[in-house]
Every structure is written in structure tokens, then in C-alpha cells.
């Protein structure tokens, strides 16, 4: 098994006729995603190598039974294009676009919240989900994961999720699914709703989490660590010496004073009872570890 | 993006929060103009954007246009924690009865909007928050709802504002929210909001964030545009459209990704080195991107080796290949690059790289023997 997304979830991508969507979602469907729609306002009837586009996403989901979204649209118009995926009933959508400003997201976070509770978000400014081997929404290169479990993986880091996963599959360590949530301020998807999933997910043995510094989720995850995952969870915080008051390329990474340093982080976790690695190749050193010490 | 005081409250205006008659001066001429149409007495405040310019001197009350000159003249060039006084607020000076506090920011735990009133302003609002939690309320806003009259009265009176502030206090703070909201501020904070002697409150100072992601649909913040960047490091690193931040030790960083980067440093340090700056190239790390990034480093005296750590998802590691070759050819380097590349295509971009490897070229396979590499070649240990 896996979480959010697997061998029969039907994908609509909101702005497929773009350079950007055309290059990902072709990807996403080589990679053996069932993508079935794409969505450009004034492009419908189209169609991009094969994969017919509509105007809206509601024309979409009704011809094409799509339950899941990927918006690759420019910041101005993904928080309407994340809107738009949920009043038409999707219910997994993945938003990549980097640059959507803070208030437009916690808006549309609470509208989510409020008026469509069975709709979850996926970023935005994050790297996407793939189940190995079932289904890849994003912009993960597929060929560094492995399928088969056990490993689920979340992560707030785009290239450092590409990292975990190549250090697990180096090691012949597959994953059910890796869940990027991102780095802004406001991802739609949580450390710990990722946490939840992982823990219901049979097939899921262990969990690796890649933290970065600001903020205070990777506290909130080790809350929920020390109070309800019984799985082994080995985590990775990046940003160890980052100079306070900076920010280092994500809105979200940013520390001010001593909340949200990479050492409070590290020290949470492991009071939470989870594995605290040094660098990546230590994380995926103790997973490997933990595997094979499974059975 | 910070502003500075006077550019805050030139913000804080628009959205018709009120402030002291004032203006921007940067010469001692300039100060005493501003200080006649103000009127008398004046406060002339020196534009930094860092905390304590009072205890450092430079805030200075002024009764006439004399006294206007000698301070200004004492506080333009004046140096403030490494920052140099090019330009002064001058305002109308204030008679204060009572200081307080708010703010809006986001409260990325609760996902909501936080706002912060106190009747204790004017101080530290930190040390305020640690030694007497309560004298600061918190009130959330749900981002859908905004701020009702109803909840800024509620929270005016809960933080115990006086009586006769109350009022003006709920109204300003509605104006505040909708600076924070309209204006895409990821701050916008007042202290000390003041109370005047003859009962008016508005803003005596100006703490505002902007987010930059939102300055698509505000081209009027181009004129705050390239005020301060104080590292001549980062100043080239913006014009050449990088994401760099200058550090102090002596192994030059390029990464792809701002956790890449940021994990990199960590390495760095782990194995006994210092990172000479954070460099994140993004996901477009072709050929001019290279040299742009290969070029402010081998700005930077203190660098000793460069350590590059690629690890290509959308980036495509033969393109990178070809950049660094290309950048090479381009860059006179002064330090020697240490690269590691992993991910999409690093095949082909280590056969790229197969003829170009040299004493100043070094390819190591994984990103923990980068670093040491690296960090042995700047000459920290090994």
C-alpha cells in the first residue's frame, strides 16, 4: 500500500499547456501515472500528446473521473487554480509553484478548511508525492525511487527528499510513498498528517523526516511522534549553522531568536523517541539499520 | 523585505493609519527644512534597520532648529551596530501619556492570522513576552472572516487599553490588519502606539516586513528596492539574480535546492570546516548560472576551495556538467572546486566531466566525501 496516491489515481493537471506542466505531467505519465486530463481556461478541446484539456476542472473531473489535481501555474493564478480543484470535487491536490504570496495561502488554507474538508492540499512550493512504482505527481525524478516499501518518507525540502530517497534506494531500501510538503509558511499538508498516514498505512514500517529550521512544525511532529506513532521514525533537520534572522532560500526557513533552530528541533525529536541523524547519509544509514533489523 | 521606519510609516499611511507630521532628510539642511514644516519640538531618528537606536544615540529630541542641526549633524554618518546613518526621520515630537503595543503576523502553527496587543509598549516587546506573557493579548483572525470592529474592541479592552484609547485604538488596528492583509506585509507592527496627552493615538514607530512573493501586484514597492545591502558580496549575488548569503569561513558553497544548501553547510561544519556563504541555484543550474555563481564566490578573499553539490531532480546533472565546464573556461578561479553530482543523467555528466578533471577540478562520489575533500583543501582538518 501507500498514502494519498496510488495505482488508480486519476490525475488532472491545471496548466498542462504550459512549458512547465507539458514537461511534468508527460513525465508523470511516462512514469505510469494515470494522467487523464489537463486543464487551461480557453484551451479546451485541445489536447497535449494525447491527453485531452478542458476549460475547467469540473469539465475535467466529469469526463475523465480525475480525483486528483497537479497545478503547475504561475503564483498569481495557483490559488485560485487550487480553489477551482476543490469546489469541483477533487480531493488530492498537488500544488508545486513556488512564490505564492503568504496571505493568498492562508486564505486559501482556510477556505479549504471551512468549505471543502475533504479536500487536501499538497504544498504549495513543494517537489509532489510518489508511491513507487504506482504513481508520481510532481516533479520528483521517478527513476531515484524504489517501489515496494518500507520506508515511507516526508519531507519539507525539495532536493533533499530527492536525497533521501537516493540514499534508501542506494541501499536497496524501497519506499511506499514520499511526501513532499514544502517550505513556505502554509503547506497545505503537515508533517503530521503525513505522520498519521504513514502509521495507518500497513505496508509502511518506518518513517524518515527530513525537517528544516523556522517554524515550529518539526516540534509539533515530534509531539505527535511521542504520543502516537509506534513506528520507527529516523529524522534529518537541515540548517544546523544557519545564521538567526536569515532566509535561507525558503520563506519558510527562517529562524529568529532561538524558536525554530535546528538544535531545538533535534533535541524535540529525540526526547520524542525518534532517531536523530547528523547529516543525510547518516539519516539513511540508520534507516537502513532499522530495516533490516525488522524481521 | 524590511523597511525602514520611514518608509514604514509612509506605508502605514496610505492605509490611513495615523503618524507624526514628518520627513526624510539625508543632509543637516535637509533635517532643519523638515523640521520647520513639521513644527517645533522635533525628533530627529536615525533609519537603520536594527533595534537600540535610542541607547546608541541616535534618537534625539530637538527644541528648535539649532539644536536640529547639531544633532543631525551628530547622527548623519554615525555607525549603529555596522550600520552606517545615511538618511533621518524627522517628526513632529510627540506629548506621550501612554505607550502600547500591536501587531499582526501569521501564526504558522494555528495557520491563522495572530494578532498582539499590550498596554506595555514603548520597551523590548520581547522581554515583555518572556517576563509577563500576560500583558500581551493574542487574538487569532480566521483570514476568511478578517477582523471584525467588534473583535479589534475586544481585544483593545482585554490588553487594557485606557478608556479614552480604546476607541481609536479598535479603529487603528483595523487599519493595521488592513496594511498586513491588503498591503501583503508578513509584519506589521507599532511600538510604541502611543496615546498623546491631548487624546489622540497613532503610530511612533514602524516595524514593517514585506513578503517579497507578493511583489508582483505591488509595483509601488520599487522605490524600497535597493536601499541596504551592506556585503558587496550580496550585492553583486542580487544583480546576478542568485540566492546568496554571505558567511565567514573559507569553503565556498553552490548547491541546488535551499535545503541541499542549507544541509551542505551543516556537512561543511561537521567535518571540522566553514562554509564562506549559503548559494542556492535554484533548479535552473546551466551555464551562466555557473559562471554567475563560480564568479561571486572567487569574489570572496576568504574562500579557499569550492564545494558544489548538485543533486539533479528537474536539473539535469549533464547540463550541469556543461555549465561548470563552460564557467571554467569563462571564471578565472582562484580556489579549486570539489564537485559532487548525483541524481538525473549523473552519468553522463560524470563522462562530461571525465576529461576536465584536475587538481582544480575534483569529482567525489558522495556528498560527505565532497565535504571532506573540500574542507581538507581550505586547509581545516581532514
Known amino acids: ?295 | 523585505m524590511d523597511l525602514y521606519e520611514y518608509q514604514g510609516k509612509q506605508y502605514f499611511a496610505r492605509f490611513g493609519i495615523p503618524i507624526s507630521p514628518g520627513g526624510v532628510a539625508d543632509t543637516v539642511d535637509e533635517a532643519v527644512a523638515q523640521a520647520d514644516r513639521a513644527g517645533y519640538p522635533v525628533v530627529v531618528k536615525a533609519q537603520v534597520k536594527v533595534g537600540g537606536r535610542g541607547k546608541a544615540g541616535g534618537i534625539k529630541l530637538a527644541a528648535d532648529a539649532a539644536e536640529v542641526r547639531t544633532h543631525a549633524g551628530a547622527i548623519l554618518g554615525m555607525d549603529i551596530k555596522g550600520h552606517t546613518v545615511g538618511r533621518l526621520w524627522v517628526e513632529h515630537a510627540s506629548d506621550i501619556a501612554r505607550e502600547y503595543y500591536a501587531s499582526f503576523t501569521l501564526d504558522r502553527a494555528a495557520k491563522l492570522h495572530l494578532c498582539m496587543v499590550s498596554a506595555r509598549g514603548g520597551v523590548d516587546i520581547e522581554e515583555v513576552a518572556e517576563t509577563d506573557p500576560g500583558a500581551i493579548v493574542r487574538m487569532h483572525v480566521d483570514p476568511v472572516d478578517g477582523l471584525s470592529p467588534d473583535a479589534a474592541a475586544r481585544v483593545v479592552a482585554d490588553a487594557g487599553l485606557d478608556d479614552e484609547a480604546r476607541p481609536q485604538a479598535a479603529e487603528l488596528l483595523q487599519a493595521l490588519y488592513r496594511c498586513y492583509v491588503e498591503g501583503d506585509c508578513d509584519l506589521a507592527e507599532i511600538n510604541p502606539l502611543i496615546l498623546t496627552t491631548d487624546g489622540r493615538v497613532h503610530a511612533l514607530d514602524a516595524k514593517v516586513t514585506l513578503d517579497d512573493n507578493a511583489a508582483f501586484r505591488h509595483p509601488e514597492w520599487e522605490e524600497f528596492e535597493g536601499t541596504e545591502t551592506a556585503d558587496p558580496r550580496e550585492r553583486l549575488a542580487k544583480e546576478r539574480g542568485l540566492n546568496y548569503i554571505g558567511l565567514s569561513g573559507s569553503v565556498g558553497i553552490i548547491a541546488n535546492g535551499a535545503g541541499l544548501a542549507m544541509s551542505t553547510l551543516d556537512v561543511v561544519n561537521q567535518v571540522g570546516g566553514s562554509a564562506a556563504n549559503f548559494l542556492d541555484v535554484g533548479g535552473g543550474a546551466n551555464a551562466d548560472v555557473m559562471a554567475a555563481a563560480l564568479e561571486v564566490i572567487n569574489t570572496d578573499d576568504a574562500v579557499r576551495s569550492i564545494f558544489v553539490n548538485i543533486f539533479g531532480g528537474i536539473t539535469r546533472c549533464d547540463e550541469v556538467a556543461n555549465g561548470i565546464v563552460e564557467a571554467l573556461a569563462r571564471v578565472d578561479l582562484r580556489s579549486p572546486i570539489v564537485l559532487r553530482l548525483d541524481g538525473t543523467n549523473a552519468e553522463a555528466g560524470h563522462e562530461i566531466l571525465a576529461d576536465h578533471q584536475s587538481e582544480r577540478l575534483i569529482v567525489e562520489e558522495t556528498m560527505l566525501g565532497a565535504a571532506r575533500r573540500a574542507v581538507a583543501l581550505a586547509g581545516g582538518k581532514a
Open chain 1, 1 to 295: 500500500m501507500s498514502i494519498f496516491v496510488d495505482e488508480n489515481t486519476r490525475v488532472v493537471v491545471q496548466g498542462l499547456t504550459g512549458s512547465q506542466g507539458r514537461f511534468h505531467g508527460l513525465r508523470n505519465r511516462d512514469y505510469g501515472t494515470q494522467v487523464v486530463a489537463g486543464v487551461t481556461p480557453g484551451k479546451g478541446g485541445t489536447d497535449v500528446d494525447g491527453v485531452p484539456v478542458f476549460d475547467t476542472v469540473e469539465e475535467a473531473v466529469r469526463a475523465t473521473g480525475a480525483d486528483a489535481s497537479f497545478v503547475v501555474v504561475p503564483p498569481k493564478g495557483a490559488s485560485g487554480a487550487i480553489l477551482d480543484a476543490a469546489a469541483a470535487g477533487i480531493s488530492f491536490v498537488v500544488c508545486i509553484t513556488e512564490g505564492i504570496p503568504a496571505q493568498d495561502e492562508a486564505r486559501v488554507f482556510n477556505v479549504l478548511r471551512r468549505d471543502y474538508p475533504r479536500t487536501r492540499l499538497l504544498g504549495p512550493n513543494c517537489p509532489g508525492v510518489i508511491s513507487p512504482g504506482k504513481c508520481n505527481i510532481g516533479i520528483t525524478s521517478g527513476d531515484i525511487a524504489l517501489p515496494g516499501g518500507p520506508v515511507g518518507i516526508v519531507s519539507r525540502s525539495g532536493t533533499l527528499t530527492y536525497q533521501a530517497l537516493h540514499e534508501l534506494s542506494q541501499q536497496k531500501v524501497g519506499q511506499t510513498t514520499c511526501v513532499g510538503i514544502g517550505g513556505d509558511p502554509v503547506p497545505g499538508t503537515s508533517f503530521i498528517d503525513c505522520l498519521a498516514a504513514f502509521q495507518e498505512d500497513p505496508d509502511t514500517k518506518a518513517v524518515m523526516l527530513i525537517g528544516e529550521i523556522g517554524g515550529s512544525a518539526e516540534e509539533e511532529a515530534a509531539g505527535f511522534i511521542a504520543k502516537r506513532m509506534t513506528k520507527p521514525v529516523v529524522c534529518y533537520i537541515a540548517g544546523v549553522t544557519a545564521p538567526p534572522g536569515r532566509k535561507m532560500g525558503h520563506a519558510g526557513a527562517i529562524i529568529s531568536g532561538s524558536a525554530g533552530t535546528a538544535q531545538a528541533k533535534m533535541e524535540a525529536l529525540a526526547a520524542a523517541g525518534a532517531t536523530v541523524a547528523q547529516n543525510p547519509t547518516e539519516a539513511g544509514e540508520r534507516m537502513v539499520e532499522i530495516v533490516r533489523n525488522l524481521d
